[in-house]
């Protein structure tokens, strides 16, 4: 999810912890560990400072795995205790332990997933079935804050809201498990028959998908609108570039992030010029206003040496090319 989620989340916690006669005097320490136990997961985004190649092999990876879901309340519950002694640690932990999970858990759901599984599996998990950004969950949490300081008891205004939110990610899977089916009655028989994958992601908006299949011969790319789905791009698939030029791409640091983070690409491969090849990696999950956002580009010279290259969300030709020799 997204940092203000996460963020009234764990205010919303806080306010059930308010309930805990450990915690109930300490609203300072309480709203300490919850915010921040919502939040420190998402530490590992001070990785864009370095580039992008390190923020998306790592964002949401090992920050994200079990060994760090029990690490971050153990930190937390050792820095609050530090300036709070009057508050039972165990309370803290406990607290603490709950905020980081739901963190972690939460965001296995959109699109972009998670590593939460590691070190027993790399995989990400994307569920696909929340938005980054929900408007209806983050008004659902604002809600009931606002319900919570108006005086409400806190157990009576977030049970229910945890009752349906469950109903809602229900309500989700089933939209998107009907959408899917939708999708592949529309893709042709011939193309049906060397299926390769098929991925429904939510958008921003309630009864709107992105939607992508691919095949061995071609890749359907568009938009579903309730169970309307309209096809904006439909690409023939090139041959997978050589696997001695692949080896070589796959050492490149933008090549290699790009390939382990992307769950449904495309690729597409081009002399530009006497002195210039070209392969690109597009990501079939970013299509707006007909451009692909998320993509890895490398320029290779007549030696097929890598001479420049660049991965991340670029809204236009211009800019690809301009961060492409920026780099």
């Not at 080896?247 to 790009?258: G, W």
Request: glycine content about 4%.
């Amino acid at each position: 999810m997204d940092t203000g989620t996460h963020i009234v989340m764990g205010i919303g916690l806080t306010a059930l912890a308010m309930h805990d006669p450990s915690m109930s005097g300490h609203f300072g320490v309480a709203a300490t560990t919850l915010i921040a136990s919502s939040l420190v997961p998402d530490s590992d985004t001070v990785l864009k400072l370095k580039n992008n190649a390190a923020y998306i092999s790592n964002h949401r990876g090992i920050t994200h795995s079990i060994p760090f879901t029990l690490l971050w309340p153990i930190l937390i519950t050792l820095l609050v205790f530090t300036f709070s002694k009057g508050v039972n640690p165990m309370h803290i932990w406990l607290w603490a332990q709950l905020g980081v999970f739901l963190h972690v858990f939460v965001d296995i759901f959109n699109s972009y997933g998670t590593q939460a599984l590691r070190p027993f599996s790399n995989k990400w998990i994307q569920l696909s079935v929340i938005n980054t950004f929900d408007p209806y969950i983050f008004i659902l949490w604002c809600l009931g804050i606002v319900l919570w300081a108006f005086g409400l008891n806190a157990y009576v205004v977030f049970i229910p809201i945890f009752i349906i939110l469950f109903f809602y990610y229900v309500v989700r899977f089933i939209f998107r498990s009907a959408i899917k089916k939708q999708v592949l009655r529309m893709v042709s028989s011939q193309d049906k028959a060397h299926l390769v994958k098929v991925f429904v992601a939510p958008t921003i908006k309630f009864m709107e998908w992105r939607v992508a299949v691919q095949t061995a011969t071609h890749d359907y790319v568009g938009k579903s609108y309730g169970r309307n789905i309209v096809f904006a791009d439909k690409v023939k698939r090139q041959e997978f570039p050589d696997e001695a030029l692949m080896t070589s791409l796959r050492k490149d640091p933008n090549i290699k992030a790009f390939l382990n983070f992307s769950s449904i690409y495309r690729w597409d491969a081009k002399q530009l010029s006497d002195n210039i090849y070209e392969v690109r990696f597009i990501d079939l999950r970013y299509l707006k206003n007909d451009h692909y956002s998320f993509v890895a580009i490398a320029h290779l010279d007549k030696d097929m040496h890598i001479t420049h290259s660049y991965t991340g969300w670029v809204f236009s030709e211009q800019k690809l090319m301009k961060k492409l020799y920026a780099h």
